[in-house]
């Protein structure tokens, strides 16, 4: 539950994230949103890693994790304002900057903490410390300099994390003490990106003086399916295969399976529902003022390159953990792809219709295909 309770600040961030994007939607603003996103999913995924070795709820680290959310918190704050030009000591990058600091710090002393009597462990995370050192650096560097160069230095950040983690990682210090955990914590923050995609098709949404209309509730509905059809896909899809390979796996490959499965591979299904959201809000408004005009090409942009990240991913995701290609995702991917060439030239409200078909006719596919043969394996 205390997990549950650290996820709440994460739904706040990336509803900061979203709001971010929309204020002022365009091609600049949506690059910046992932970049947030990148340095949130860092913070997010070090901590169940943490918890996946030690009760996050019990002894000294639960100072160290209630610090972290407080940071966290005070990040999302900012969010919206990361890139706003201040000319006074403690503009909301450097803000964001030192509270991003103070979380990668309360994460590496619980993790060197709780790894004591485990020689290895603790020599890899005192490794990762320097990747870790320097991308604080970057960060703060980025946010004193502001504008363009605040961009690159924050990129480098996380190509620093991630990038230079995962060649550390070779070292195979980290432990994934219970697979369940591992799959359950990256199946609930899936959920709780669907949710933004549930409050981006909900909220908004205007009514008459004597209630919903029925155009706005069908629209509604249109932008529902498409959470439905995305979740389908995942949860009826590979998760459970990806689950049983995981637990399969012995003790010295299960930490890179979770690696580049689920830490850097659920990645892009993260930000691509994060910018479904943030997608279907924009479509949804087209909609509802002109739907016989197409739709923004911020819109589209937004909606089917989530999409397509996240169909992309989950192609991907069964390949790292079992060898093989998801098909139905691929496919769904490269649809997308044409789908947003299409939608700058058609009425606002086919591309609805035509995303909710696609991603309805994927979430079968995968469910009387893939999905069903992965429950047919022993």
């Given amino acids: 539950m205390f997990e549950i309770f650290f996820d709440l600040v994460f739904v706040f961030a990336l509803m900061r994230v979203i709001a971010l994007m929309e204020e002022g939607p365009g091609a600049v603003s949506l ?8 340095l949130l999913w860092w913070a997010w995924s070090a901590f169940i890693w943490l918890g996946n070795r030690v009760r996050l709820d019990r002894g000294a680290v639960v100072g160290a994790v ?17 890139w706003d030009a201040h ?33 290895r462990l603790r020599t890899q995370v005192l ?9 604080c650096v970057l960060l703060v ?25 995962w060649l550390l990682s070779r070292y195979n210090g980290w432990r994934v003490a219970s697979p369940a955990h591992f799959v359950e914590r990256h199946g609930l923050v899936l959920i709780i990106a669907l949710g933004e995609t549930v409050l981006s098709a909900g909220s908004g949404l205007p009514t ?45 490959r299960r930490p890179a399976l979770a690696r580049d499965g689920y830490t850097l591979g659920h990645l892009p299904l993260v930000a691509g529902v994060v910018y479904v959201a943030l997608g279907t809000r924009l479509l949804l408004d087209d909609v509802l003022a002109a739907p016989g005009a197409p739709a923004r090409t911020v819109a589209v942009l937004a909606l089917t390159g989530g999409l397509a990240c996240y169909y992309g991913g989950l192609g991907l995701f069964p390949r790292v953990m079992g060898g093989r290609w998801g098909r139905v995702p691929v496919v769904a991917a490269a649809v997308t ?10 009425p606002a409200f086919a591309t609805l219709v035509v995303t909710a078909v696609l991603v309805g006719t994927a979430a079968l596919a995968v469910q009387h295909g893939e999905g069903a043969g992965a429950r047919a394996r022993p």
Avoid: N
């Fill in 337 to 346: 792809v044409v789908l947003g060439v299409v939608a700058l030239a058609v």
């Fill in 127 to 135: 490794i990762d410390l320097a990747p870790q050192s320097a991308s």
């Fill in 208 to 252: 008459a003086d004597g209630g919903p209309t029925l155009p706005t509730l069908g629209v509604g509905t249109l932008g529902f399916a498409v959470v439905v059809g995305l979740w389908w896909t995942y949860f009826r899809g590979p998760s459970a295969s990806a689950h049983e390979a995981l637990s399969r796996a012995g003790a010295a």
């Fill in 31 to 38: 690059g910046r949103g992932l970049l947030l996103l990148l």
């Fill in 141 to 165: 560097v980025g946010a004193v300099l502001g504008g363009t160069a605040q961009g690159i230095c924050w990129a480098l950040a996380f190509a620093l994390d991630f990038g230079v983690g």
């Fill in 66 to 82: 209630l610090a972290a959310m407080t940071a966290l918190f005070v990040a999302a704050l900012v969010i919206p304002s990361a």
């Fill in 87 to 119: 000319h006074g000591p403690w503009g909301p990058a450097l803000v964001l900057a030192l509270a991003i600091t103070v979380v990668r710090a309360a994460y590496v002393s619980a993790f060197l903490w709780s790894a004591r009597g485990d020689g």
